[in-house]
C-alpha cells in the first residue's frame, strides 16, 4: 500500500492539470500490492500500453471496433490513431498536457481520437452528444480547453461553446475540427483531409504513469459539473480489475452496449476493456434497446454493457432477435433490481452482472459474477480494492446496518481544481461516493438510497441544483425545486415544484413551456418530466430548501 502525492516528473509541457491536483493531504489513499497486474513502469503511455502492445504481440490482423458496415483490425485502428495524433501534434499546435474536447456519438473515429490524444500526451475530454452550449462552456472553462474535435452532425454547439467564455470573453486561439460530418470527400480542413497524407507510425509521448490521461466530468448536489482527473495509470488499472477478475472476457468476444464513450461506464466497457484483452468493440450510434438488440444479433455480440431500465426494456423484446451469442450481460449506472434480474433471466436465459462503480473511481469496484451473483445485491468487493460501510463519524458499522459506503483500491477522486468538494468525497484516504449501503455476513453489499441529490434516471445522473438553475432562467419561474421521483420504468424522474411569477398562469401548457426550455438549455434527458405549481416551498430558518419534505409530498402531477 502507498500514497502517491510522490509523483513521477512529468512528461506533460502544459502542466495545467498536474497543477490542478488535489492537496496532497486530501488524495486517497491508494492499493497496489492486492493484485499482481496492477505494478506499472514510472513512464507509462495507456494507447501504448493497449494498442501498441496488442501490434507487437501479433495481433494485428484481428478485428478491434465493428461498426454497421465497418470493421477496423487492430493494425487499421493503430494506423488512424497515429495519423491523427501527427495532426493534433503537426498540424493542431498540440503540446503534452494540453486538454483537447471531443465530442461525437460512439464512431470508430471517436474512438480513435481518444487514443490518439493520450498516444499525443493531450488530455482527452470526452463530452455526450446530448450537452448543450451552457454545459460544453462550462467544461471548456473548467479544463480551459483550447481544441475541441468533433462529429460535424454536431459541430454547430461546440463552435458556439468554443467561441467565448461564460462572461462573454473571447476564448484566445480557440479552434474546432469537424470530422465524419456526412457523405462524401471530406471537406478541407477536416479531420479526415489533415490525416491524408500522414504516414503512419507514432512515437508515443514520454509520459509519466501519473501523467493525467483524461478529465471526465460529472454532476454533483451543487449542480456544476465535476472534473475527476485520471492518470495514465488509473486507465490501465481498471482494465486489470474488474474484467479480468470478475467478468473473465477472451479474445474473441465481442463487446456491446449502449453507454457513451463519454462516460466512465462506457469508456471502459466499449474501448479499454476490448482493447486489453485483444478483444472486439461494436460501436453503435443509435443504442435504445430495439437497435442494440439488433446490432447484438447482426455482429454476433458476447458481452453486453446497460443500465436497468435498458433490461427491462429487452425483456419484452428479446424473443423477437437472436441472442444466442451472448454470454455476459453487464449492469450499472442505478441498482439492478431483483424483479429485473428475474425477468431477463427468464427471457434470456442470462444471469445479469450488476455491479457499482463511479466517475471519481473510473469504474466499476463492486460486482459479482456467475454463482456468486446474489439477485438484489449489487456483489462483492472486486479484487484490488477495498470497501466498508461507516457511520458519519467514519467508523465501520456492524454486518447489515445501514451506512456510508466508503471504497478504496488502485483507482480514486481526484477533481479538477475543487478541494472543497475533495474534502466531501475523500475522508480519511477512503473514497466517500454518496451511496448508504448495508454489507451482510458474507462480504455482500446491499444498495439502499443515495446519500445527497443526485437523481438516477435510467443510468443518467442528474443533478437537482443544476435543473433549477435552468429553470430559474425562465422569466415565468419565480422559485423551484427539483427532486427525483420514483418511477417503475425509469427507476427516477426528475420533478420539479415550481412556483411561478404573478400573471403567469399554472397551466399544461406552462408546463409544457418549462420542459421545452430545459431541454433547449442542457441535456434532454435531465428536464423534469413532471411539473407541479406550489405557492411555497418547505425552507430552512436560514433558506436552505428542503428537498426531502418535497419527496415526501403528493402524488406526480400529469403536466
Known sequence: MTDLPRLEPTGHTDTFCRDSLPPPEL????????????????????????????IAAGDGERTAILAPGLRWSYAELAAAVDRIARVLVEDLGLVPGNRVLLRSFNTPLLAACWLAVAKAGGVVVCTMPMLRRRELVYIADKARIRLALTDGR???????AMRSTADGSPREGARVVRFQGGDGDAPEG???????????????????????AAILFTSGTTGQAKGTLHFHRDVLAVTDCFPRYVLRPTADDVFSGSPSLAFAYGLGALLLFPLRF??????????????????????????????????RAMCGLAASYDLGSLRRCVSAGETLPAPTFEAFRKATGLRIIDGIGSTEMLHQFISSAEDDIRPGSTGRVVPGYQ?????????????????????????GCR??????????????????????YRMDENGYFWYQARTDDLIVSAGNKIAAPEVESVLLDHPKVKECGVVGIADDER?????????LNEGAEPSAETARE??????????????????????????????????FRLRQGGSPSSH
Not at 31 to 53: F, H, I, K, M
Not at 154 to 160: F, I, T
Not at 491 to 499: E, N, P, S, W
Request: aromatic letters at 8%; glycine letters at 8%.
Open 190 to 212: 477536416s479531420l479526415e483531409a489533415l490525416m491524408r497524407g500522414k504516414p503512419a507510425g507514432f512515437t508515443p509521448c514520454d509520459t509519466a504513469a501519473d501523467d493525467v
Open 27 to 54: 488524495w486517497p489513499r491508494l492499493l497496489y500490492d492486492g493484485v499482481p497486474e496492477l505494478s506499472y513502469p514510472p513512464r507509462l503511455n495507456c494507447t501504448a500500453a493497449l494498442l501498441d502492445a496488442r
Open 387 to 411: 470497501a466498508k460501510v461507516v457511520d458519519q463519524e467514519g467508523a465501520e458499522v456492524p454486518f447489515g446496518e445501514i451506512g456510508r459506503l466508503a471504497v478504496r483500491g488502485p483507482t
Open 278 to 311: 485483444g478483444a472486439a468493440s461494436l460501436l453503435l450510434e443509435q443504442t435504445t434497446p430495439p437497435h442494440l438488440l439488433q446490432g447484438i444479433q447482426d455482429h454476433r455480440a458476447t458481452i453486453c454493457f446497460s443500465v436497468p431500465t435498458a433490461y
Open 154 to 160: 454536431l459541430a454547430a454547439e461546440c463552435e458556439e
Open 514 to 547: 418549462l420542459q421545452d426550455f430545459v431541454k433547449a438549455q442542457i441535456a434532454p434527458y435531465k428536464y423534469p418530466r413532471h411539473v407541479e405549481f406550489v405557492a411555497s416551498l418547505p425552507r430552512t430558518e436560514t433558506g436552505k430548501l428542503q428537498r
Open 491 to 499: 427507476g427516477h424522474v426528475v420533478k420539479a415544484f415550481v412556483i
Open 415 to 436: 477533481y479538477l481544481a475543487d478541494p472543497e468538494r475533495q474534502r466531501g468525497y475523500v475522508q480519511d484516504g477512503w473514497n466517500l461516493t454518496g451511496d448508504a
